[in-house]
């Protein structure tokens, strides 16, 4: 009979009841079996049955097993030879087999005791113990023993100087410890000084070097290691020979989330630096971008020649990118940006941007006011510093000043997703760099932001030129490559949409110095879904037109704040926005533009703008402005303001009430067409107090606590109105009686 493949032990733990154990493998005869209790071989106290069998058998025990013992039964069959053979003898088939079986047996049971045995590879290498102890072992002896606990236990730690933490940190390196004494720190940890009779010129010495700072603590580590969250930048050359543009980008790719300081010095930057995700770039010292005289213009022009900041010189030709979409109906134009926050977190502090211009014979130029004029003279980059529309943008003490372009802003905030593909091309994400996800929650603080006009340096004030500028996208989409991708045929035009982020809102500008503001966000985050709703009921070749009303006053596109801060020259333009505030913020010039207002813009504690105009904008398709896009608007609010709310007569226009602009000697109603709106040449003193408000479709009612003034005018001086103006009502100074202007002119009241 042949001896199977089996394994020859089996392995039981009692349960105390049990007495019958099976074995499942063949054995010649019953002493080749062999029993063990928790690895002690018992001898008595069972008889196995099954011999012969190749299936195996069974033990049974004469008492059970204690629950939790460990039974084993095994196959052990001697390694001698049991069967002699005789000459002559007979040479019995049964006999031999079972005699060559017990040899195939031995085999299978040393084969299993070899595999439990520790083992090297045949090639070479260690012994592999298979995560299992090596017990029972004697104390190492000579240098290649191995070490037992007990030899460990006795001789590395009753040497060791013991504490009862779990950790306790390294000493230094020996060249560091030589010639110093061990201390301990106040949080207990080892460190080296120098010996008692070190002198302070000593200390200052080892503090010198450039293992110094590891013997500054700071907190609960030393200064080095709190030193290695910053890094600064060295590489670049600060007297603005050279570009320092690669030594930057390199930088700070590297070291991204961290915060990297360049030292003081005049920094040429030739080309587009981005600043990731979470990472700050730093100058030196802040910016004084506060103390200025009445034109601010001169410390500008002064700072720029001052040692002792951190200045990029905006200085070149750098690379043209199409980076944002606001041209209405064609391609986008490429610009040069100077500093884009390329990711969210992105911080900028304690630096000069300053812009420079090159002159029609081929020079550069920085900002000056006494530079000549010249007509050819173009700015090296259009946009100073983007926001590439991503979030938690931070500026600190930072000073952007410098030649734009016309249309331009010294800081631009792209109020619109970035990844949209237009006729020509868009490489909004430059190499994956840039992530745009909305332009949300920025901050700058202490900031300055003033542009100089490239072809006439010393004119303080122009037409569309801005320190800051918020734009979205411009209304019509029609060259846009649309997605998700439609046909151009009308019915597709509903789904063509530009992708967008969660819109455009809280920012929040303090302390700062701005020449000049545009507020215009046309974008608008579709309820549900984050996409820019660019949709109307009419569509036209596929185009989606012109925007719709916002669905909420309370969301994107608004919630700019201005606190304590002066806008000084360039206008101030708002345009479809929400929810803008200016706080303790005043003006000095320019004009103050306000059309399609879609939330309230609201001037408390201060004032803004000089020459304040209410000018007809007309709406993105041509049309006039509807009433409530008028300065005039509910939405417009001055409170504690210069801006005064400069009350006259009430009026109705479709659903609204407004007070008409009232002017001493001058009789004006208003309008709210599109046609000019006349202003205040002065504001009477006295306060109207209402205590009754009320209208109907016919007329309004207004109730005094005090009588209202009307305007005074002799008989010879009385105007001449129109029929619209029928019932207007002024003094007349001569006859001491109210007139009425009727279809026969003016008419007096008479005395009753």
Known sequence: MSVPNQTPYIIY????????????????????????????????GYSVSGVGNTGGGDVTFITPPAAGTVVMIERVVPTFRLTDYQDNGDLLADTVNKDFDRLWMAIQRYGIHLGLALRRPLFGGPFNAEGFRIANGGDPVDKQDFATKNYVDSVSIVRALRVPEAFVPLLPPADYRA???????????????????????DVMIELAKPTGANNIGYGDVTVAERLSYVVYITNADPTGSTSAVAAIQAAVDVNKGKTLVLPAGDYLIDNTIFIPRNTQLCGVAPIPTMFHDIAHNNSIVDLIAEPGYTKFHLRGEPTKRILTDVVHGADDPARSMGIVFAESGAALDNIAVIGWRKRTDGTYEPPSLTA?????????????VFNASVMSVRMHDTMIAGYIPEGSACYWIDASRGEQRNGSGNDFNVNDRIKSVGPNDSRQIDCCFWWFHPTAPSTSDAR?????????????IRNLTRYPSESAADNAGAANWIWGGPG??????????????????????????????????????????????????????GKFSFADCVIRHGDINLKRVAQVWFANTYGEAGYFYMTNLTGYVTISDGFIGQGVQDVTINNPDGTTPTTYNRINSPLYKAVNSGNDDRFGLIHSSGAHNYYRPHIDGVVSLGFDDGSTRRRFSSVFSNNIQ???????????????????????????TLPTLGATDYGSLVFNTTTNRVAVWTSAGWRSFQEV
């Open 504 to 557: 455009t809102s809280d920012h929040k500008f303090r302390g700062s110095v701005i020449k000049g503001i545009s507020l215009d966000c046309t974008i608008k985050s579709y309820v549900g879904d984050d996409r820019l709703n660019y949709n109307k009921a009419t569509i036209v070749g596929g185009a989606n037109g012109y925007p719709g009303a916002w669905q909420n006053l309370t969301g994107a596109g």
């Open 464 to 476: 569309n030129y801005y320190g800051l500028k918020v734009q979205g996208h411009d209304d019509d």
């Open 690 to 716: 209402t205590e009754l408000l009320t209208s109907s479709t016919s007329r309004n009612n207004v109730g005094f606590v005090k009588p209202p003034r009307l305007p005074n005018y002799t008989t010879s």
């Open 179 to 201: 010639n110093k004494l061990l201390a301990f720190n106040a949080a207990g940890s080892p460190i080296v000084v120098l010996p008692p009779s070190g002198s302070a010129s």
């Open 372 to 384: 000549p004029n010249d007509v050819g003279a173009v700015p090296c980059f259009d946009i100073p």
């Open 13 to 44: 733990n009692a349960n105390g009841l049990t007495t019958v154990f099976s074995f499942e493998f063949y054995v010649i005869s019953a002493s080749d079996i062999q029993v063990t209790f928790d690895g002690v071989e018992i001898t008595t």
